[in-house]
């Protein structure tokens, strides 16, 4: 636990100083570091679209929000645009876990777009590399289908 303590602390750190560039960075070619063994995958085959189950939490209002987030595009949730590139799960026989990279862009109206947050986000220890903002948090609360029609969008 602590080799992925460790692990995932670098790759925040890493993502701090992606902050200040302009251009987005692409999701890193290999997934997250694992204890042990590396065993996340990509989400398992089925119908629907490849998606992240978010949840927001608008601190002005103190309203908290689940939607889904499909893999490659962007949702709105508040004046939040946030950006899945990737989204992984453990293999069965490892304890259950949900990491998505996620790029968390600012658009409030009449200022220029502020870039909040770029990196992996873990499900199981959400403090462990999270969005730092004044009225925003979101956090990962698992990768998945969406089945049926388009998923719910956010507000």
């Given at each position: 636990m602590r080799a992925l303590i460790a692990a995932a602390a670098a790759l925040a750190v890493g993502a701090g100083s992606a902050i200040a560039?302009?251009?987005?960075?692409?999701?890193?070619?290999?997934?997250?570091?694992?204890?042990?063994?590396?065993?996340l995958r990509?989400?398992?085959?089925?119908?629907?679209?490849?998606v992240a189950e978010l949840q927001g939490l608008d601190k002005v209002t103190a309203r908290t929000q689940r939607f889904y987030a499909p893999v490659g595009e962007t949702t709105r949730f508040g004046t939040l645009g946030i950006t899945v590139g990737d989204c992984l799960v453990n293999t069965p026989d490892a304890p259950p876990e949900s990491v998505a990279y996620l790029t968390i862009v600012d658009h409030k109206p009449g200022?220029?777009?502020?870039?909040?947050?770029?990196?992996?986000?873990?499900?199981?220890?959400?403090?462990?590399?999270?969005?730092?903002?004044?009225?925003y948090d979101v956090r990962v609360l698992a990768c998945t289908m969406a089945q049926g029609s388009a998923p719910p969008k956010s507000r």
């Open positions: 560039q302009q251009a987005p960075p692409p999701p890193p070619a290999a997934p997250p570091p694992t204890q042990g063994n590396a065993t990509a989400i398992p085959p089925g119908p629907g679209k490849p200022q220029p777009e502020e870039k909040l947050f770029t990196g992996w986000m873990f499900a199981s220890t959400p403090s462990l590399s999270a969005l730092d903002h004044g009225v």
